[in-house]
């Protein structure tokens, strides 16, 4: 198949004209969008096959029926091994380069470079065109998609097709969790410090003939503290378990007072399955472990068999214990509250991560989050990458 634009067109001739392609086709893809497109590739530029693919995929699908659609003219469009550079002064000023063709309904290519400033890009949940409004007041905020890697931070882990999931799941391993640390009893030598270190200093006034110029102190020292992640896996956190999951395999690797349970209808200690170094086979081996995955949910009950089993270990008190649900208890909410102010009492911080709070009309309306909510420190999402990374900032300042 020849090359459907010029090469000599340029770099923007062939965006703009992939766009097109997409339009003829049958998908809602406006000036707006095709501008995003042309903007993100810039700031990636010079860009790459996988590159133009996702930055496409970000800015000018709007609905997932669309993907084969676009993958059939991607093909078309962009040969492997090509590589497509915009320069960096082009992104304030589009390129004069003639564009064959209209771009939307007969539009100039002058204004689509001077209304480029005004694009205003609408959610992709929503599927809508990117609008332009000249009065927008100063609160209109110009979003500009710049990678694919920050478009998947903020969808949510239920709308991932199966390749988005995939390459998730590569940035959650990657994520760098550390462990929450709290103070020692034991003093250490360090250069500032509340206690005087007679003994080190005497050691050092030797050199100056006794005298004490140079004065040692002593601190606190750190250790890391327990960090204990209770997952969620039952039918109603599908969509989000095996997300939950794969950051469970990344926090194994901040250090060994980590320990991880899941849970639906009774308590699975996965600690041990997720020291294995192929994460893929620890999950497969975890989904053949847990016999309640994607089962119901007994949130007080498996805490219950946390607490019975594991109170009077040092991985539990004085931890900071982070619980992935969504609060559908369906057994006795008030068996919930009792646990977890028990649970409360024995650890250092509870952190509760509700994927359902990613949503703005969210409400703890259910009885389990209701009996919960007293006894919990942090509150946060987790339906999405960018949650997740939160949680692990929530856990480094603990």
Not at 16 to 31: E, I, K
Not at 50 to 55: F, K, Q, R, T
Request: aromatic fraction near 6%; charge should be neutral; hydrophobic fraction near 40%.
């Amino acid at each position: 198949m020849a090359d459907p634009v010029d090469p000599a067109a340029g770099a923007f001739a062939r965006l703009v004209g992939f766009g097109r392609d997409l339009r003829t086709r049958g998908l809602p893809v406006g000036t707006g969008r095709i501008l995003t497109f042309v903007r993100a590739v810039g700031a990636l530029s010079p860009a790459g096959r996988e590159e133009l693919y996702w930055a496409g995929r970000a800015a000018l699908l709007g609905r997932p029926e669309d993907l084969p659609v676009f993958d059939e003219a991607f093909e078309g469009w962009f040969r492997p091994g090509v590589v497509t550079e915009i320069p960096a002064e082009m992104l304030l000023a589009m390129p004069s380069t003639p564009v064959p063709g209209d771009l939307d309904g007969g539009e100039d290519p002058d204004e689509l470079r001077m209304r480029s400033g005004q694009i205003a890009a609408t959610s992709r949940e929503d599927g809508g065109e990117d609008e332009v409004d000249d009065d927008d007041d100063e609160e209109t905020t110009l979003r500009i998609v710049a990678s694919a890697e920050e478009v998947l931070q903020r969808r949510s882990f239920a709308d991932l097709d199966e390749a988005e999931r995939r390459r998730v799941e590569l940035l959650i391993r990657r994520l760098a969790v550390r462990l929450p640390a709290r103070s020692s009893r034991r003093y250490r030598p360090a250069p500032k410090g509340p206690r005087f270190d007679v003994r080190r200093t005497i050691r050092r006034s030797l050199r100056t003939q006794g005298e004490p110029f140079d004065r040692a102190l002593r601190a606190r020292g750190t250790r890391s503290r327990p960090l204990v992640l209770v997952l969620d896996v039952s039918g109603s956190m599908s969509p989000y378990a095996r997300a939950l999951m794969q950051f469970g395999y990344a926090a194994m690797a901040a250090g060994r007072t980590v320990e991880v349970f899941c849970f639906g209808t009774h308590l699975t200690r996965a600690t041990r399955i997720l020291r294995a170094k192929d994460p893929d086979r620890a999950l497969r081996e975890i989904g053949r472990t847990v016999e309640d995955w994607e089962g119901g949910t007994r949130i007080g009950a498996s805490l219950k068999e946390l607490l019975d089993g594991w109170s009077q270990r040092a991985a539990l008190r004085g931890s900071v214990v982070v619980i992935c649900s969504d609060g559908l208890e369906r057994g006795d909410p008030q068996l919930l509250r009792e646990q977890m102010a028990r649970l409360r009492r024995l650890a250092h911080e509870l952190v509760w991560v509700n994927p359902l709070k990613g949503s703005p009309r969210y409400e703890p309306l259910a009885k389990g989050m209701q009996a919960a909510l007293p006894s919990i420190d942090v509150f946060l999402p987790g339906h999405n990458l960018e949650s997740l990374e939160e949680l692990a900032t929530v856990l480094a300042e603990r």
